[in-house]
């Protein structure tokens, strides 16, 4: 299943994916909290892992609609450039589209090169209609399967601990030190240092916890 995720969902999608379903778990923690005055190990373990298997629904529908967008868009693209009465326009086109994109990382003229090679590749290319793929639906699957495994640790303690009210800080201490491990993973991957990266990212989910603790949570 690791394998399975790593071919179809990018790191910095799957970092994304893994924390927001974290940060939804703290905030389904402290709203049940708030409107269930004796609220059980039971109805807490149905909210969390609830809440996240809706979220990872809904985000792996959102992967894959993204997806048929972005090859939308890229068709756009190519069908733009062919329409252009001459290569100026083209790359006109061309600019309206990835422009932004390239001008803080190109001088005008590599970015012109840019362009006239991806005129010359959509010149190449035949039209098709943007569609879903089998690499689409899997991507969903792998973000759906990620954000509920990410929940797996979470729902521990209201399976495993009597008091609710322990069970949702033990629940609350394990999510800020797995979002502290997202945070070093993340830092080791883009080259900074891992330990503020940590440090940084648990840092959000402290806070959480004392703003719900703070309000009653």
Request: with cysteine.
């Amino acid at each position: 299943m690791r394998d399975f995720i790593n071919r179809h969902v990018d790191p910095s999608t799957r970092l994304g994916e893994v924390l927001f379903g974290l940060i939804m778990a703290l905030g389904i923690t402290g709203a049940v909290r708030f409107g269930l005055a004796e609220a059980n190990n039971r109805q807490l373990f149905i909210a969390v892992l609830g809440c996240n298997i809706a979220w990872g629904i809904v985000d792996g529908v959102m992967f894959a609609m993204l997806a048929l967008f972005e090859r939308g868009r890229k068709a756009r693209i190519v069908k733009a450039a062919l329409n252009a009465p001459t290569d100026q326009a083209a790359f006109e086109a061309i600019h309206q589209e990835i422009g932004e994109r390239l001008e803080p990382l190109m001088t005008s003229a590599e970015r012109d090169q840019v362009y006239r090679w991806v005129l010359d590749q959509a010149r190449r290319s035949t039209r098709e209609e943007p569609r879903l793929l089998r690499k689409d639906l899997f991507g969903a699957v792998s973000v759906g399967t990620l954000i509920l495994a990410a929940t797996c640790p979470i729902v521990i303690p209201f399976l495993v601990i009597s008091s609710p009210t322990t069970a949702v800080r033990i629940s609350n201490t394990i999510t800020v030190l797995m979002m502290f491990g997202i945070g070093w993973w993340w830092g080791r991957t883009v080259g900074t240092n891992p330990l503020k990266s940590g440090l940084g990212v648990a840092s959000i989910g402290f806070v959480l916890v004392l703003t719900t603790i703070a309000l009653g949570g």
